[in-house]
């Protein structure tokens, strides 16, 4: 079945701490996104990648980081800077090219701070 | 700046029941549009989605779409409610030619029985 896999579903940080969320996709897309939810905000755009070896910052950055060394994977590191940490992160990918791009989503992860 | 507004924080509705939920988005040529549904504690799943030509769109679950370029909306519909559709559902933006999506902030469906 392809498709995109998230992992863990629920993750908790503790003070100070670095996590790690993991995005797997096998749908050999090129693009690939992360967002947070939070309740009555929508999505909000963290970091995308267009190509391998290759990420734009989205609009809340801070206090995130990714790399993309490969194609299918895309993992999202919650830094220690990040002071509001709790949310929802989903993980997405499209085929890439501008053009009509649809993106497919994970089903989530879960981040609360002890 | 580019927006997308869903005026309807939350929506109660009878099974059985049609239903409407609004999006409009502010941008100056016409973007790509889409709907989303999520349940709880689940990812976005795509009902729908516009890129030109037919201004009613065809969705999965029997949804439907229809784009009006006049009011710049977007607004989702169907004829008859299911419990199973109780859910949150995102309109989202993409203005042609970029990457990046825009979504609202969403309105949650709760479906009486």
């Known amino acids: 079945d392809g498709g995109i896999t998230q992992s863990p579903k629920y993750l908790f940080r503790k003070e100070g701490q670095n996590v790690t969320l993991s995005c797997e996709q096998n749908?050999?897309?090129?693009?690939m996104y992360w967002y947070r939810q939070d309740p009555g905000q929508g999505l909000r755009l963290i970091y995308y990648s267009q190509i391998v070896n290759d990420f734009q910052k989205g609009d809340i950055a801070e206090g995130y980081s990714v790399s993309r060394e490969k194609k299918e994977s895309f993992p999202l590191t919650v830094t220690s800077a990040q002071k509001n940490p709790t949310a929802f992160y989903l993980c997405a990918s499209s085929i890439g090219g501008a053009s009509k791009n649809i993106q497919y989503f994970g089903a989530g992860t879960r981040l609360s701070v002890l | 700046a580019q927006s997308v507004t869903q005026p309807d924080i939350h929506i109660t509705v009878s099974e059985g029941a049609s239903l409407e939920l609004r999006c409009n988005y502010s941008?100056?040529?016409?973007?790509?549009l889409f709907w989303y549904v999520q349940s709880p504690g689940q990812g976005l799943q795509l009902l729908l989605k516009?890129?030109?030509?037919?201004?009613l769109v065809q969705g999965i679950k029997g949804f439907e779409a229809e784009f009006k370029r006049s009011q710049s909306s977007f607004n989702l519909r169907k004829p008859s409610v299911h419990w199973s559709d109780a859910a949150e559902y995102f309109c989202?933006?993409?203005?042609?030619?970029?990457?990046?999506?825009?979504f609202g902030t969403g309105t949650r469906l709760k479906v009486l029985a």
């Open positions: 989202a933006v993409a203005p042609s030619g970029t990457y990046k999506y825009i």
């Open positions: 749908l050999n897309h090129d693009a």
């Open positions: 516009y890129f030109s030509g037919d201004t």
């Open positions: 941008y100056g040529a016409t973007p790509y």
